[in-house]
């Protein structure tokens, strides 16, 4: 088995996050200063406001709370250097690795910016029925595609972005090819939508080198479509895709200085109209091609909010288009981060890279990744991504809390993943053939669990708990529930008889009488027996194949 990541790669994925570490939710009562206009893209009819109370009518439909498990393609143009995440604006970072990688193969960020690396990306060997047959076959029951990141490229025909997928790289619309072959296997279908940060995140690229032959050299940041006249971007304006059309926010330079501005506050230059407008009509365009069953927004509560209302009018928008397609039931899931109670009610709480500590009494998600969000070449090379194992127990302890896992699995430049990342997956699929009853169609039982790693650390505003506990072991037990089975994973395989102190006669968990205790998987009964203290269930015999986590189905009278 390949080893874990070391802590030096932990730290430098938490560095380098789809979205940065903010600290506080920004609440409801906040007032927006720019109010988009709806006359390109209107509202759809409804009964659902752009406002938040109107919101809180919202209710996680069943088929989400049914589903547990999604799998994510964050993919795009940085994949194409296949350095990991974050590439499009490290490159802007004077003595970064990304910017010596750039330097190297592409050219200084004067001269070759991340207009150039698009440029390069082909998807050559992209085959989406082929990812999506192995995705269901893992037992996801949705998928997510990145529709654009904060490199605010848009990866399908957009209306209102000249810089996408179709017109550039690889020339195709990439949201349509994941929808089409999401449908073909059975699979909801979701997009993920970062740009509302390409304002403060490209603010980068309005800086130039400090020292060496270049220094006070401009970037490519603030290029204008005049300057593009017999380029390969001629026609082109690099400013629809950098937005840099402002002032930088105060000690922009420092590499740093956006995770404590990713509310829009502590000094950012604030968004203009003009941005904030051409969000929403993106969005809405999105939404209206391709009728997704969820929208993941990688921001605090919506985006642009508070500083617009273009959330508020897309989520009104999203709900009332997709309840009109459902007969008037709203199907649809729409995630935000660091909610306050009140925003739970109006959309689903999403946690990256952590999990919460205890049942949630709404439905929430963790969104985590085996390796970097964006391809990272070398985490293959060095055999650094999470096992199939921590999968699965990351997933029993979620899915015993309430909550679905969203994992993104890293596709390489052309289109396709790597052997390591096939085998993961292909680890999850042979334990979901055998255990898949005990996660999906679930509900959390009276409590999440037992064991020595139920005391989980603090989430740390998105999240960013993942692997800061103690390990797991087979003593570590996490509870569902369907129906009269109760079903009990050991995140690990127990070589010793297990025993569950909640189940014991005092306890007064258990309503009816247990009538038998079978490990699935296996031969039909296993022994058992219940005392005040515990029930105790004898291991797996020696002769079975050990798994990532046991799963015993206690059956009550």
Known sequence: ????????????????????????????????????????????????????????????PDWFRDAKFGIWAHWGPQCEPEQGDWYARQLYVEGSDDYRWQVAHYGHPSQAGFKDV????????????????????????YFVALANHH????????????????????????????????????????????????????????????TGPLAGVPYDGRLTAAQGRGTWWDGLDPQDLYAQRHPPSPGFADPQSIHGRWNWDNGATTPDAAYCQRFYNRTIDLINRYQPDLVYFDDTALPLWPVSDAGLKIAAHFYNTNAHAHGGRVEAVLFGKILDPAQRQCLVWDIERGQSNVIEPEPWQTDTCLGDWHYRRSIFEQHRYKRASTVIHLLADIVSKNGNLLLSVPVRADGTIDDDELGIVEGIAAWMAVNREAILGTRPWKIFGEGPASAGPALSAQGFNEGRGRPYTAADVRFTVKGAT????????????????????????????????????????????????????????????????????????
């Not at 390069?120 to 076959?137: I, N, S, T, V």
């Open 1 to 60: 088995m390949p080893p874990r990541p070391c802590a030096r790669f932990f730290l430098a994925l938490l560095a380098l996050a789809p979205a940065a570490r903010a600290t506080d939710s920004v609440p409801c009562a906040a007032t927006p200063v720019v109010v988009v206009n709806t006359s390109a893209e209107p509202i759809a009819p409804g009964r659902f406001a752009p406002n938040w109370d109107s919101l809180r009518q919202y209710r996680v």
């Open 151 to 210: 490199d605010n490229f848009d990866l399908w025909d957009s209306k209102y972005q000249p810089w996408n997928s179709v017109r550039l790289g690889p020339k195709k619309d990439l949201i349509a090819g994941w929808a089409a072959a999401a449908h073909r296997h059975g699979l909801r279908f979701g997009v993920s939508v970062h740009a509302s940060h390409a304002w403060l995140w490209y603010e980068v690229a309005q800086g130039a080198d400090r």
């Open 118 to 141: 698009i440029r390069r990306w082909r998807a050559e060997r992209w085959d989406p029925d082929k990812l999506l047959a192995l995705y269901q076959r893992a037992g996801a029951q």
């Open 486 to 557: 109760l079903y009990a994973i050991c995140l690990g395989w127990p070589s010793a008889p297990v025993v569950l102190q909640s189940l014991g006669s005092s306890a007064g968990l258990l309503g009816r009488p247990i009538a038998r205790v079978e490990l699935l998987g296996g031969n039909g009964t296993v022994a058992w027996q219940q005392s005040a203290h515990a029930v105790t269930i004898q291991p797996p015999p020696a002769g079975a194949a050990p798994g990532a986590a046991a799963v015993y189905r206690i059956t009550c009278q």
